[in-house]
């Protein structure tokens, strides 16, 4: 930061309005002291996805902080600086100083005992050295900034609310689920409430999601305040960064991904991936082409291959995932929304064949690739793979099979389509089909065979993670790495 100016004054004041707790938690006739700081400078364009950090003495007694960010420059419309903060333990990369993130959603915030905005954890004030973090995000852009930040007095808290905790699991019944992977809230840049989040998912035909709020783990704290007995949420979280993008299945509630990760910087994602895989199960690479997606795909476990309404940057997707299978990786692929606002929620989604209605089984099936991707929840498919000779064998999407001669793959569907079949090799059956059940023979070369739904007018209806063949003359398979 250059030529930045620093004023600061601290005022003992009586105010009222929304950062004056109430009267009578001071005791009658006394309102809270106040210390107002203000902090100015300059984020230039050498500076574009570059923190910019300002840091603050908080001194003991504090309460509540309140940070409200204004923007403005020469020209007619100012850039973005995201929005974060974190407390006296540190905002080192990995340190544990977290307290939120709200990206761009927001220009303000609170942070308090027991209540905090949407983004940002509640939580004692301690004293100590507290830092903003800006993170300018637009090209080319001189953007000048202002930060006011209120620190409120006051009584502790006698006593922290607890978390409250999306439930584990709902039911033990195997089936197919239909599960958004890819969820935003209010606690970023989402316009839904959690609650608001769940009813609308209900109303689309959905059985859960993955809660995957960018940077923060706030909503995770909460779900179980809107829980709904027949709604799955599983804890997630979308490390959000200018070079790319990657989703956290089954991660802890109280765990936080440093995003603020170059992808030139092969250590710093290493140590990234490390901590993810430790405090979660599963790693996403995000709309790989929507923004490209630049750090190495190879610690990723699965492809976001379908991103909202189809698209050139999905087809570029599947074609990223399908080299990959072809090279021998087997990474899973999951469909969805990017559910940010009004809307269909369930346009696409990812369909999981789990033993049972739970974040751990619904986990599992993704990583297995027991899994099918859907326009809407209106389409239903399915696909196996069996042995002519023995047709009692069969093999279903994500599961292996031992071949015996001759293989066919029995594909259904209760939509009309262009079906294409294809394995490592390329493009093996390509036919128009009416609602009902197909029957294709499988090359004897396959090493995994994988479906393609696809409308007239070339968009995706559905399509299927691979079926696994293992041969037994030369027990070559595509095994998981």
């Given at each position: 930061m250059t030529n930045t100016r620093i004023r600061i004054s601290a005022l003992l004041l009586a105010i009222s309005g929304l950062l004056t707790p109430h009267p009578a938690a001071f005791g009658a006739g006394k309102a809270p002291k106040i210390h107002e700081l203000t902090f100015s400078g300059k984020a230039t364009p050498g500076q574009?996805?570059?923190?910019?950090?300002?840091?603050?003495?908080?001194?003991?007694?504090?309460?509540?902080?309140?940070v409200t960010q204004h923007l403005g420059s020469g020209e007619a419309r100012p850039g973005n600086l995201d929005l974060g903060i974190f407390d006296e333990r540190g905002a080192g990369f990995e340190g544990p100083g977290f307290r939120g993130w709200s990206g761009g959603a927001r220009r303000s915030f609170e942070i308090g005992e027991t209540e905090a905005t949407p983004g940002y954890l509640a939580g004692r004030i301690n004293r100590g050295r507290w830092t903003v973090i800006q993170m300018p995000t637009t090209a080319g852009r001189t953007t000048d900034w202002t930060l006011k930040i209120t620190l409120t007095e006051g009584p502790r808290a006698k006593k922290l609310p607890a978390p409250s905790y999306a439930a584990p699991q709902l039911n033990d019944k195997p089936g197919w689920y239909r599960i958004a992977p890819h969820v935003h809230t209010v606690h970023s840049d989402g316009r839904l409430t959690p609650a608001e989040v769940i009813a609308l998912g209900k109303a689309s035909g959905?059985?859960?999601i993955v809660s995957t709020d960018h940077n923060t783990t706030s909503a995770l704290l909460h779900w179980g305040e809107v829980q709904d007995p027949e709604f799955l949420v599983i804890n997630g979280m979308e490390v959000t960064y200018g070079q790319g993008h990657w989703n956290i299945f089954g991660l802890d509630p109280h765990a936080w991904i440093d995003f603020r990760i170059h992808h030139n910087d092969t250590l710093?994602?290493?140590?990234?991936?490390?901590?993810?895989?430790?405090?979660?199960?599963?790693?996403?690479?995000?709309?790989?082409?929507?923004?490209?997606?630049?750090?190495?795909?190879?610690?990723?476990?699965?492809?976001?291959?379908?991103?909202?309404?189809?698209?050139?940057?999905?087809?570029?997707?599947?074609?990223?995932?399908?080299?990959?299978?072809?090279?021998?990786?087997?990474?899973?692929?999951?469909?969805?929304?990017?559910?940010?606002?009004?809307?269909?929620?369930?346009?696409?989604?990812?369909?999981?064949r789990a033993e049972a209605l739970s974040a751990e089984a619904v986990i599992d099936a993704i990583a297995a690739g027991r899994s099918y991707m859907a326009r809407d929840t209106s389409?239903?498919?399915?696909?196996?793979?069996?042995?002519?000779?023995?047709?009692?064998q069969h093999a279903d999407i994500g599961d292996t099979l031992l071949r015996s001669g001759k293989m066919q793959a029995e594909f259904r569907s209760n939509t009309a389509g262009r079906l294409r079949l294809t394995d490592q090799q390329g493009w093996f059956s390509d036919t128009s089909i009416a609602p009902g059940t197909v029957v294709v023979s499988i090359p004897e070369?396959?090493?995994?065979?994988?479906?393609?739904?696809?409308?007239?007018?070339?968009?995706?209806?559905?399509?299927?993670?691979?079926?696994?063949?293992?041969?037994?003359?030369?027990?070559?398979?595509?095994?998981?790495?």
């Open positions: 574009y996805y570059v923190p910019v950090y300002t840091s603050f003495t908080v001194p003991e007694g504090i309460v509540k902080i309140s959905l059985d859960g710093r994602y290493r140590k990234a991936v490390a901590k993810a895989r430790k405090a979660g199960r599963l790693l996403v690479a995000n709309h790989p082409y929507n923004l490209d997606f630049l750090y190495d795909v190879t610690p990723m476990d699965g492809i976001e291959v379908w991103n909202s309404a189809w698209s050139p940057a999905n087809e570029r997707a599947v074609e990223l995932w399908h080299t990959l299978l072809v090279g021998g990786n087997r990474k899973f692929a999951v469909a969805s929304t990017d559910f940010h606002r009004g809307g269909n929620i369930a346009s696409p989604h990812t369909v999981v389409v239903e498919i399915g696909m196996q793979v069996r042995n002519s000779a023995t047709p009692v070369r396959s090493l995994w065979v994988r479906a393609e739904l696809r409308a007239e007018d070339g968009s995706m209806i559905a399509l299927t993670n691979p079926i696994y063949i293992q041969h037994p003359l030369t027990t070559q398979s595509l095994l998981p790495e």
